[in-house]
């Protein structure tokens, strides 16, 4: 019990401290969460990707296992939301929505923090690894289920010409260089990385403190279990079939078991991909992610 406590308090009460702040200020000063996610997406979440991964000390193979790992953690998860949805008979935007809602996890409004706070600064590479893939492979996802007369062609080239995912072929190319950006440049980068953490918790509240209230189904329980449950475990089977181990492991364990992204609330809404259902998923799992995440941590030690 000591431990649980310890976990809260150390670990989870920071990030739900400033959500908390980032909802309060979203309703008293009527802040527009567009405007803050805008900033995230374009500027300072672009300059994190390329700010750590230009920084790391990553070997070739384990970048590789990490994406595996994750993009197997997600297959996984999507799979059993699909078997579900598909035997209950149900119609093929809910297929999309819980599928969406069941792969696409809060990697970075929450994540980031949490394996921050978990493992420390040295997590943060392979936080950021696993913040691409999963942005990359949700907005595929995403985007296809919404347009499904446009096929995956239009999801992949959005997901690939997204900011975040543009910036890692330079960082990877001057990490691999061993260059040096001029220092007036690495300070900007650097603070603009900074920012992001704060920003995206912040916004988190805003966006959670805006959405109407929705009441979760069997839909989005089935979406819960496969993103609660099931992501987690597969990325522990992922991780050790892949030889990984400690803060690696740990790391994406810890991101596999995130609750479903606010961003997939915003892809349901502005594509009419049962937006009622992904935001009830969304704010179900925000909150259930208050009981899971401390067990997830407490078996991760």
Do not use: C
Not at 110 to 128: E, S, W
Not at 186 to 208: E, F, H, K, N, Y
Not at 210 to 236: C, E, F, I
């Amino acid at each position: 019990m000591g431990r649980l406590l310890q976990v809260l308090v150390d670990i989870l009460l920071p990030v739900f401290a400033i959500v908390g702040v980032g909802a309060v200020a979203g309703r008293r000063l009527r802040i527009d969460p567009r405007t803050l996610s805008t900033v995230a997406y374009w500027i300072t979440g672009p300059a994190f990707v390329f700010a750590v991964l230009s920084r790391a000390e990553l070997g070739a193979d384990l970048v590789v296992k990490t994406v595996l790992a994750t993009a197997a953690a997600m297959a996984a998860a999507g799979v059993v939301g699909v078997a579900v949805t598909r035997a209950r008979r149900r119609p093929a935007p809910v297929v999309g929505a819980v599928t969406l809602t069941s792969i696409y996890g809060n990697v970075g409004n929450f994540g980031l923090a949490i394996v921050a706070f978990a493992y420390g600064d040295r997590a943060l590479p392979l936080a950021g690894i696993v913040l691409v893939v999963v942005n990359v492979v949700g907005l595929v996802v995403g985007v296809a289920a919404a347009h499904r007369a446009h096929g995956w062609t239009v999801a992949l080239r959005r997901a690939i010409l997204a900011p975040m995912t543009l910036a890692v072929a330079p960082a990877i190319a001057v990490n691999l260089a061993g260059s040096e950006l001029p220092l007036w440049l690495d300070r900007s980068v650097g603070l603009l990385a900074d920012a992001l953490i704060p920003m995206m918790l912040v916004t988190l509240g805003v966006q959670l403190a805006g959405m109407r209230s929705a009441r979760l189904d069997v839909d989005g329980a089935t979406a819960l279990v496969s993103k609660l449950l099931v992501a987690p475990l597969a990325a522990v089977v992922a991780g050790r079939i892949a030889g990984l181990t400690g803060i690696a492991a740990g790391t994406i364990v810890l991101q596999s078991a995130m609750p479903p992204a606010v961003f997939t609330a915003l892809i349901g809404i502005e594509h009419d991909l049962e937006p009622d259902l992904v935001t009830a998923t969304v704010v179900g799992g925000t909150l259930l992610s208050v009981l899971t995440l401390p067990l997830v941590l407490l078996a991760l030690g």
